[in-house]
């Protein structure tokens, strides 16, 4: 399994207006769509192409397009037994490659997904995150992490 953590200024500056404790629920919801656009980016880095002619007014051009089979995207607000999960369904349907995006990361939830699948078959694992922050604690929240996402989403905090 590989887990990519995203170090680009666009995303390490996203992260931390999200991570602030003042930030209101408006710039909260518009930054974390914008950071999951960002590492969707990221993540799709290498999904497979065929190149293709197109006739632009002016004349042709050569391009790619994504080739079969496209990739499924799976939204997903996970924990680690969530994206376990969802995994291991994808896999079992024939998935070639799982990749999960994920804000944040904690230890203890990218060891379970090494554990449950790192030696899956030869089926490509990979987690790609704006961070892998320190621990969860005791309420399986991720420290630092954002708080509770949710009701920073909605703004009940």
């Not at 999200?18 to 974390?32: G, V, W």
């Amino acid at each position: 399994m590989q887990t990519l953590v995203v170090d680009h200024p666009l995303v390490t500056h996203k992260l931390t207006v999200l991570r602030d404790e003042s930030t209101q629920a408006p710039t909260f919801r518009r930054l974390t769509d914008e950071l999951v656009t960002l590492l969707a980016y990221e993540a799709t880095r290498e999904v497979p192409v065929r190149p293709v002619t197109v006739r632009t007014p002016v004349g042709d051009a050569q391009g790619v397009k994504m080739a079969r089979p496209v990739p499924l995207v799976v939204p997903v607000l996970a924990t680690g037994g969530t994206l376990e999960t969802v995994f291991g369904m994808l896999i079992s349907r024939g998935a070639a490659a799982v990749t999960g995006v994920s804000l944040l990361a904690a230890p203890e939830g990218i060891a379970r997904l090494e554990s449950a699948f790192g030696d899956d078959g030869g089926v490509p694992i990979r987690v790609v995150t704006a961070a892998l922050d320190e621990r969860l604690n005791d309420r399986g929240f991720i420290v630092p992490g954002l708080g509770d996402a949710g009701d920073r989403l909605f703004g009940e905090i």
